[in-house]
């Protein structure tokens, strides 16, 4: 689910973009957070989904914890006009996310993401549960956008390109977890 919001601040429009998004998977809570504070996970997760110049820059486990941070780029040819307008060339992207050990049938975590040398940043929430048959993980953020006058087109662009990475990463996961 995608909701906009904009409001003014001094000159500059920020405009805010909320996503939400579920994801369900016919494995336990514990079978899918021991995934998520698996350093193999996330090396195999950013070799295969991570895109061209993916890096993992720091991976650090504790006792069923991760904090994660790593770097990834769209290339200038899979942006929209409006984006390669204002910032050309490819975008660099800056993600961190984090774990938090199980609590029961529960664990939280955060994330966050930041285009370099750009003012559009996401950040937000996740949390994995059990389900009847499996568990799911609820994914809750915010895409923020300061450009005037286009910064709505660019967070719909970023909104976007986040479901699509979202998705992505759950069909990763779900195969990563199958083998």
Not at 29 to 58: C, F, M, N, P
């Amino acid at each position: 689910m995608l909701t906009s919001h904009t409001t003014a601040n001094g000159n500059v429009p920020v405009v805010t973009r909320r996503i939400e998004h579920s994801a369900t998977y016919p494995f336990s809570a514990a079978q899918v957070h021991s995934a998520l504070t698996s350093e193999q996970y996330w090396r195999d997760r950013i070799a295969e989904v991570g895109g061209d110049g993916a890096t993992l820059d720091e991976v650090t486990v504790g006792d069923g914890t991760v904090a994660v941070r790593m770097t990834q780029a769209i290339p200038a040819e899979h942006l929209p006009g409006v984006v390669t307008k204002i910032r050309p060339g490819d975008l660099f992207i800056k993600r961190s996310e984090t774990w938090a050990g199980l609590n029961g049938d529960e664990a939280t975590g955060t994330f966050a993401a930041e285009v370099q040398d750009a003012p559009a940043k996401i950040s937000g929430t996740q949390k994995v549960s059990a389900q009847a048959e499996g568990a799911r993980v609820d994914v809750s953020a915010e895409a923020v956008v300061k450009i005037p006058l286009v910064g709505g087109k660019i967070e719909s662009a970023i909104a976007e390109q986040v479901m699509e990475l979202i998705e992505r990463e759950r069909e990763f996961t779900q195969g990563w977890l199958a083998r």
